[in-house]
């Protein structure tokens, strides 16, 4: 596994591991709320990692990358276009495919919203986050996953653990191991309060974006997830150009995490068939 800084003067500095060859086809993952790059392991550990060139950023509050203290510093759309930009300039990651996972898939669409899909190859976008703060996008977040707030940005600790190991059962719909489960745990505690606060405080859809998006889109999604509906999935489907959706009908939140194999494979396909 290699590391890299994406330092910068003005923006926080990000933290970005990759696997594989590095003259291969790029496939760069971005995380979802609260999350980490080790949400990938089951992507970047795998044999994906002998035919592609793959590439995990910890988003700005997340992880190992920095974490500015003010919450404005994670509520405007165009600092998070910023940051996969910069991923992407930094590393040379020309025509690539952008697999973004929930909140993720919300900075994907960030991204492609001030910078185009120029250098963007394909795009897989996993339990989809159409916008944020809007009455339609709103309507797919689950009950489960509204009543998560306001504890889940408090800075009472035991009241914001508690919240965050509420997420951690939302996401899984399977049963996870004790050991999966308090390390899902421990990367969602290391996001400070204020970055979870203002992610959740933005007001953009992107439904109208969407039927613009010409990319070949691989939409994942488990029937199961307590997160998000599958309504969105369908809904983007419906709108995106060149969209497929494939259903995971025995997952939740993350697939890739609870299907490895098929999600594995489906995304081997979907890459390799981009030419």
């Known amino acids: ?46 044999d994906l990692a002998g035919e592609f060139r793959l590439v995990a950023m910890d988003l700005r509050g997340h992880g190992s990358s920095e974490k500015p203290p003010a919450g404005d510093a994670y509520n405007d759309a165009r600092v998070w276009a910023d940051d996969v930009d910069a991923v992407c300039d930094t590393l040379g990651l020309d025509d690539v495919v952008i697999v973004g996972w929930s909140y993720g898939s919300l900075v994907t669409l960030d991204y492609l919203a001030h910078y185009g899909t120029d250098r963007v190859a394909g795009l897989n976008l996993v339990g989809i986050v159409c916008g944020i703060g809007t009455e339609r996008t709103n309507d797919w977040l689950t009950p489960g996953y509204v009543d998560l707030f306001p504890d889940i940005v408090s800075t009472d600790v035991e009241t914001s653990v508690a919240a965050l ?32 606060d203002g992610m959740r405080d933005r007001t953009v859809s992107y439904l109208d974006l969407l039927d613009s998006l010409s990319a070949q889109t691989l939409l994942s999604h488990g029937v199961h997830d307590a997160v998000v509906s599958v309504d969105a999935a369908r809904e983007a489907e419906r709108l995106l150009p060149n969209a497929t959706c494939s259903t995971y009908p025995d997952s939740g939140h993350a697939p890739f995490w609870e299907r490895p194999e098929r999600f594995n494979r489906e995304l081997r396909a979907f890459v390799a068939g981009l030419g």
């Open 1 to 46: 596994m290699r590391e890299h800084t994406v330092a910068r003067d003005d923006d926080p500095n990000l933290h970005v591991v990759e696997t594989g060859p590095r003259d291969a086809r790029p496939v760069l993952f971005v995380h979802g709320y609260s999350q980490s790059h080790l949400s990938w392991e089951a992507q970047l550990d795998a």
């Open 165 to 196: 190991e509420r997420l951690v059962d939302l996401c899984i719909h399977t049963e996870l191991a004790p050991a999966d489960r308090y390390r899902m745990l421990g990367w969602n505690v290391v996001v400070p309060p204020a970055a979870r």
